[in-house]
């Protein structure tokens, strides 16, 4: 197990490397200047711009700036923001927790659905009802974010008013950041009516961030069982007269969650994805929001560090199912 | 009254190319304490039928029956939830894979006291001290340490012994073996069916011994019932039957053994195959690969009586000569 860590921690050096070299020469293909960006319409003198060039190290060679960037990050340096002139590091780890939050939500509502809608979809193979999830399913998988996250918006928020369009929390709320997550904050703050407020912010958010996974638990579920309930220690769990209940949700879905297990690990890509998208409609105050704005801006060191963090974020995500699945498994424990 | 009886069983599978025989009104009984084999090719209808009595069988499956008694019960007019409260207790059944019979998730302490909790209410430290005391009954070495293992951690013999042990875990009035020895080596074979007759003997209990091998059967069994493609086609004790088999099927899967050859060079084998869904004959099945068919097996054979060994054929052999037969017997007598 200890060689098996250190060789994943091992290979992530050069995915890191990678994904540094990518984010560096990406954000600088984009056309568009973001000293120029920053001075707005009414521009600057020629003077003021090389200053500021100079300044930022604009004007030296692009290898010379990587390397500058590359020995910076090794001393932990992330940079800072041209935009707000804050390190970028800071920056992150405040806004960090609304995007955790957000996709902790999601998450917990892809698996709490997905799972189940999986596992009856199964059993009840080919009935009315596995062909009505699985429909379902693939329709979830193939909408669009952005279009289903303003359907709901239209239809929740406008018409019905049910919920409320953007933000985290209503705005007659304030109360220090104790976790960084709204829903704890809430009701540590002890205002009356916060946490209802946190919550109903999450909401539509949350179903939209978890349509994909959730769609692709459920699919993924569904074929587990399929494969698992025809498996012949299924048929002795049977045999020994145990109720279907148990034979189902213990002896077959024990094994059919081994290769869900990783899904859900790799969803957690997506999510990070599908939160840029969802932040952006939402106004949701996290690191999609900001990187989506950052570009806007080409505020280089931002969306250079943030594309880095959260590549490390999934790495280590993805290391920690690796780990969880040998932990599962007892065929690989030992 | 024996303790099973089954009266004219038959099992129907839909598929998507029509129904589907599998097992054709097989009338088949067991007593207590005695040793009933079944015989027969695969897809022959031996597993089907014992499954059926279980309630094991998928729901594309129809069964029908005249009548099947356990132990004074109508197991056909039993609600499932009845059923699972006789099957794993007084009915219990070992398969023919026991590496991948026993669920890989679970110890096998875990997979024992599954069954004494289920059906015998028995406590944690009960269950434990039982579940050690069936190791050592099956002849497992260091049983107090093979409970906290997985199945992956034993050898194929060693998972066959479990399975035995969890089979027998209630004193089971009825003990089903299908192909108990089939997957394992020669040597391991042996002793499984030396502990499955001992058990057998010492416990009372009936023992039904599904299996294709005919080696197995005269060391083991006392009954015989030979089955071809879903029908029971002779029903002999085992000393008769090795005697002088009154089938042509029984007499050609005798003179198939090794041991029996007349003479050196080939083995003697029956041409052809097991007839499936589409090739069904329209009178006797093993007609189209009987040396002694005529045109009169075209239609339905004729049910022999119990001095013929309830043979199904038109032409019963005594002493290795086709009785009544128009061409064979003139051919024989001259």
């Known amino acids: ?334 | 009254m024996a303790l099973l009886e089954i009266e004219n069983l038959t099992v129907t599978f839909k598929t998507s190319s029509g129904p589907f025989k599998a097992v054709d009104s097989v009338s088949l009984s067991c007593d207590k304490g005695e040793i009933l084999s079944v015989v027969g090719e695969s897809g022959s209808g031996k597993s089907v039928a014992m499954l059926a009595l279980m309630g094991l069988l998928p729901w594309t499956a129809t069964v029908t029956a005249d009548a099947m008694r356990f132990d004074g019960r109508d197991m056909l007019t039993l609600s499932a939830r009845e059923r699972r409260r006789i099957i794993g207790k007084d009915i219990s059944m070992i398969f023919q894979e026991p590496m991948s019979s026993l669920n890989p998730c679970f110890t096998v302490g875990f997979q024992i006291g599954e069954s004494l909790r289920l059906h015998l209410g028995m406590g944690r430290a009960e269950r434990r001290a039982r579940s050690i005391e069936l190791l050592k009954l099956v002849g497992i070495p260091a049983p107090e340490d093979r409970l906290s293992q997985f199945p992956h951690q034993l050898s194929g013999g060693m998972s066959q012994r479990v399975m035995i042990a969890m089979a027998l875990a209630c004193n089971p009035k009825l003990l089903i073996a299908d192909e108990p020895t089939t997957a394992l080596d020669v040597t391991i074979q042996a002793q499984i069916l030396d502990l499955l007759v001992r058990l057998q003997r010492d416990h009372g209990m009936g023992l039904i011994l599904i299996t294709h091998d005919m080696g197995v059967v005269a060391e083991t069994a006392e009954r015989v019932q030979v089955q071809y493609a879903g029908q029971k086609v002779e029903e002999q004790d085992v000393k008769g039957l090795f005697a002088d088999p009154h089938h042509p099927y029984t007499a050609a899967l005798l003179s198939a053994l090794p041991e029996r050859a007349l003479r050196r060079g080939r083995l003697p084998s029956i041409p052809g195959v097991v007839p499936g869904q589409g090739d069904r004959p329209p009178g006797c099945l093993f007609a189209p690969r009987c040396q002694y068919a005529t045109a009169a097996c075209q239609t339905a054979p004729k049910r022999q009586d119990r001095a013929l060994g309830l043979a199904l054929c038109n032409y019963p052999l005594v002493d290795g000569v086709p009785q009544g037969h128009p061409g064979k017997a003139a051919e024989v007598n001259a």
């Open chain 1, 1 to 334: 197990m200890i060689r098996f860590l250190l060789y994943r921690l091992a290979l992530l050096v050069p995915t890191f490397i990678g994904v540094s070299i990518v984010a560096f020469a990406f954000i600088r293909m984009l056309p568009g200047d973001p000293i120029l960006l920053l001075a707005g319409e009414r521009g600057m003198t020629e003077e003021r711009y090389q200053q500021l060039q100079h300044l930022y190290g604009f004007d030296q060679s692009i290898f010379v700036q990587y390397f500058n960037y590359v020995a910076d990050l090794l001393s932990g340096d992330f940079g800072t923001s041209i935009v707000t002139k804050r390190p970028v590091l800071e920056e992150f780890f405040t806004l960090f927790p609304a995007t955790l939050e957000l996709s902790l939500c999601a998450i917990i509502v892809a698996t709490a659905i997905g799972i189940p809608a999986g596992v009856f979809a199964a059993v009840k193979r080919g009935s009315w009802l596995d062909q009505s999830i699985m429909g379902v399913a693939l329709v979830g998988y193939s909408m669009p974010i952005f279009w289903w996250g303003l359907l709901l918006i239209i239809f929740f928020s406008g018409m019905l008013q049910w919920t409320p369009v953007s933000g985290r929390i209503s705005l007659i709320y304030f109360f220090p950041q104790v976790t960084g997550f709204m829903l704890i904050d809430s009701l540590l703050s002890g205002q009356k009516g916060a946490f209802t407020s946190a919550a109903s912010h999450l909401i539509l958010p949350t179903i939209v961030l978890a349509t994909i996974p959730l769609a692709v638990i459920a699919r993924q579920t569904r074929s587990a069982m399929l494969e698992v309930l025809g498996e012949d220690y299924v048929r002795t769990a049977r045999s020994k007269g145990l109720p279907p209940m148990r034979v189902i949700g213990l002896h077959a879905l024990r094994n059919a969650l081994i290769p869900v297990v990783t899904t859900i690990g790799l969803q957690v890509g997506v999510l990070l994805a599908g939160a840029i998208l969802t932040e952006t409609i939402f106004s949701w105050p996290g690191i999609g929001k900001w990187m989506v704005d950052s570009v806007g801006k080409r505020d280089y060191s931002v969306v250079q560090g943030g594309l880095l963090l959260i590549a490390a974020i999934i790495m280590i995500v993805n290391l920690l199912v690796d780990v969880l699945y040998g932990l599962i498994n007892p065929r690989i424990r030992r």
